[in-house]
């Protein structure tokens, strides 16, 4: 049985999330009535799937037997992906904190 959530769907769904508030986060500063709650859901989004894939991702790492060479990048990646997903979230959100 495949687990139901995974790096590979997190990474997805958190990169377009993060890519969409991108997209949404200068015409939320133009029109802040009707663009604040769409930016702060996508960047929530986005935001939690990047602390998911640094849960699962150290999750890995801690209990699982070294897998060598070929699988550190992958988990560099991982980890700096979940990390801008995060820091990007933070940005954002602070961007319309002031409008509620």
């Not at 663009?35 to 939690?48: I, K, M, N, S």
């Not at 699982?64 to 997903?85: N, S, T, Y």
């Amino acid at each position: 049985m495949r687990p139901l959530w995974t790096i590979r769907r997190a990474s997805g769904i958190g990169a377009s999330a993060g890519l969409v508030a991108l997209l949404i986060w200068p015409f939320a500063y133009i029109y802040p009535d009707a663009f604040a709650w769409p930016l702060l859901g996508t960047a929530a989004v986005a935001g939690l799937c990047g602390c998911s894939i640094l849960l699962i991702t150290l999750t890995d790492i801690l209990f699982h037997r070294p897998r060598g060479r070929r699988i550190r990048p992958v988990r560099i990646f991982d980890l700096a992906l979940g990390a801008a997903l995060v820091g990007l979230a933070l940005l954002e959100a602070e961007a319309v904190a002031g409008q509620f």
